[in-house]
Structure formats: structure tokens, C-alpha cells
């Protein structure tokens, strides 16, 4: 079974660009939650989506959003970019959202804004 | 609001010593708790949980963390450590309340072990 997929790998965008991450859960997985990851703030939830809905948001601005396809799939969005916005970004998926289920996390897509 | 202390930044150790990396937390309702790890270049794989029941519970490659509640602490150990385990890890505390899915992380614990 494939895991968690997220395209792409690495990044590079300047200030002002906007940029959109991938994130293909694993077969079967309806929940796709996504975390920032810094040196300084560690790591941070962004957003979680179940069934194309939001379901649970983090203390981000609205530079950034997401959204859920009907095939699970997932991608973020991060507008205006700030230099502050330099990090891993990494998704995880679930099968449901019930805190006895494994969440698998992906690799992870390093973004760097110059 | 619920946060996550983890106690050391860096852990440096023998192979084969013991080891204990320190997490406390903090929440005013029921939480449940996890140790995640995070090896160079990778995402974060799953150790153990602590749902209810036993406060001891066992995770992979060896790993057991003890669930306190007076203390508010889930402290992760392994007896005897290897090469492989040098690695970050990261200690992680979620509550219906929050949502299961989301997260609240410690800053990491690296751990670092020497020959």
C-alpha cells in the first residue's frame, strides 16, 4: 500500500508568489490534516479536512487555505508569501478522525522563500 | 488550551545505555497522548499512544512511555538505545474537544546516540 505522497519534495518561491502544495493520502484515508514545520516554532496545525469539508483550523491568517477533492486528495495554498513562511510543510491522513486510528504522516514539501 | 513541555532539546547518549526523554503537558480536560519520531529528511512515524487504560504502554522498536496523571508527564524510555535511534522526537497531545486530529507538539527532543 502506497503511504502518504506529497509533491513537491522541495520549493523554491520569492516574496510575493503564491504557492500550492499536494498531498495524495493513502488509499482510503478520508481525513488529511496538514502541519507547519520551523526551526524556531516547531511543528503546527494548519488544517483538517474530511469528506471535502474543513473540519479544524489553526491560528494562521487567511494567506492560507486548503481544500479536499472527492478522491481524498489534498492541496494547500499560501498566498503572498512572507519570508517567515520558509518551512516543511507535512500532511497526514486517516482513515476517520477517532483518536484510536494511526495518522501517517508524508515526507513532507520544503518550501523556501527567498 | 492545551500545550506539550518537552524537558531536554538535546539527549546525547551510549549505544546500548538506557534512556528517558521527558514530556509534561498541560489541558483541562481529558487528553490523549502520543510519541511521534522524526528521522533526518523524513515525516513523523507513530511510536506509541496512550488512549486509555494501562498507564504503561508499549510502542516499536522497543520503546515504552509511562502516562501519569498526577504528574502530567509521558515520559518515553528504552532500555537499551542504538545507532538507529538517533533521530528527533516528539511528544504530542490531542482531546475530542480539539479535534483527534489536531495536534499540539513539543518543541522535540533530539536525541543523539554515540558508540
Known amino acids: 500500500k502506497a503511504g502518504v505522497t506529497q509533491t513537491p519534495r522541495y520549493l523554491i518561491k520569492t516574496r510575493g508568489q503564491q504557492v500550492t502544495l499536494s498531498c495524495s493520502p493513502i488509499?482510503?484515508?478520508?481525513?488529511v490534516s496538514w502541519y507547519q514545520q520551523t526551526p524556531g516554532q516547531g511543528l503546527q496545525f494548519l488544517f483538517e479536512?474530511?469528506?471535502?469539508?474543513?473540519?479544524n483550523k489553526g491560528n494562521f491568517p487567511g494567506r492560507f487555505s486548503g481544500r479536499q477533492f472527492s478522491n481524498s486528495r489534498s492541496e494547500m495554498n499560501v498566498s503572498t508569501l512572507e519570508l517567515g513562511d520558509s518551512a516543511l510543510y507535512l500532511c497526514?491522513?486517516?482513515?476517520?478522525?477517532?483518536?484510536?486510528?494511526?495518522?501517517?504522516f508524508g515526507s513532507g514539501t520544503q518550501l523556501s522563500v527567498l | 488550551a492545551q500545550s506539550v513541555t518537552q524537558l531536554d532539546s538535546q539527549v546525547p547518549v551510549f549505544e546500548e545505555a538506557p534512556v528517558e526523554l521527558r514530556c509534561n503537558y498541560s489541558?483541562?480536560?481529558?487528553?490523549?497522548l502520543f510519541w511521534y519520531v522524526q528521522y533526518p529528511n523524513q515525516g513523523l512515524q507513530l511510536l506509541l499512544k496512550?488512549?486509555?487504560?494501562?498507564?504503561l504502554v508499549k510502542g516499536i522498536n522497543g520503546f515504552e512511555a509511562e502516562f501519569n496523571k498526577s504528574q502530567t508527564s509521558f515520559h518515553l524510555r528504552k532500555p537499551s538505545v542504538h545507532i538507529s535511534d538517533t533521530a528527533e522526537y516528539f511528544c504530542?497531545?490531542?482531546?475530542?474537544?480539539?479535534?483527534?486530529?489536531?495536534?499540539?507538539f513539543g518543541a522535540g527532543t533530539r536525541l543523539a546516540v554515540h558508540p
Open positions: 497526514a491522513s486517516s482513515i476517520n478522525r477517532r483518536p484510536d486510528e494511526k495518522l501517517f
Open positions: 488509499s482510503g484515508h478520508r481525513s
Open positions: 479536512y474530511f469528506s471535502e469539508t474543513q473540519r
Open positions: 489541558s483541562s480536560v481529558s487528553v490523549y
Open positions: 496512550y488512549l486509555s487504560g494501562s498507564t
Open positions: 504530542a497531545v490531542t482531546s475530542f474537544s480539539g479535534g483527534y486530529n489536531k495536534l499540539i
